[in-house]
């Protein structure tokens, strides 16, 4: 694989599970490790794939899937497809946080900026949690959409759980209570 094809690769999976106005800055700078039963890369039509048991990592960047494919058009625009039983990521927050999300499909378009976990996808930021069928983020708008199975097409299914923590974290609440009880 090139460098300039490992560096178009690298800045699809950064933006395909982060929000980049978050992540830990340093990460685009570390080297990409990727790791896989099999690979291939079709340089003509530029595109790349890995299988098998695919670990992905970029400093604190983390990705898990069965399946890695990645596109690019003749514009520039790459598109990301991730497959697995789940796909996982992770990574460090430049707030000191950790984001991790899962779902049985992951998909990223760098024309749009759209971002779409689906298969009983779930996104966790600190004690913040959203889970459904499908969840979308719009890297561009930071706007997200959370979708239940029925809404996402199913007959049946769940709904949508979102849990947002309160200002300060929960950490910080525990000893002021502490204090308050040995008063």
Do not use: W
């Not at 790349?48 to 992905?56: A, D, E, R």
């Not at 990521?89 to 378009?109: A, D, H, M, P, T």
């Not at 600190?126 to 719009?138: L, M, P």
Request: one cysteine or more; aromatic letters at 4%; glycine letters at 10%.
């Amino acid at each position: 694989m090139t460098l300039n094809m490992k560096n178009k690769f690298a800045a699809v999976l950064l933006g395909a599970v982060c929000v980049q106005a978050h992540a830990l800055e340093s990460d685009r700078r570390q080297p990409i490790a990727i790791q896989a039963d099999q690979g291939s890369l079709d340089q003509k039509n530029q595109i790349t794939v890995f299988s098998g048991n695919v670990v992905i990592q970029q400093g604190s960047l983390h990705i898990r899937a069965e399946n890695v494919r990645v596109a690019q058009d003749k514009s520039g625009n790459q598109i990301m497809q991730a497959q697995g039983n789940p796909v996982k990521f992770g990574q460090q927050l430049e707030n000191k946080g950790q984001v991790e999300g899962q779902g049985k499909r992951v998909e990223y378009s760098s024309a749009t900026g759209v971002v779409k976990l689906s298969g009983n996808a779930q996104v966790r930021r600190g004690g913040d949690i959203a889970k459904g069928e499908t969840i979308t983020y719009n890297m561009r708008t930071e706007v997200y959409t959370v979708l239940g199975s029925k809404a996402a097409g199913a007959k049946n299914g769940g709904r949508v759980s979102v849990i947002i923590q309160p200002n300060g974290s929960i950490q910080e609440a525990k000893p002021a209570a502490k204090d308050k009880k040995a008063k």
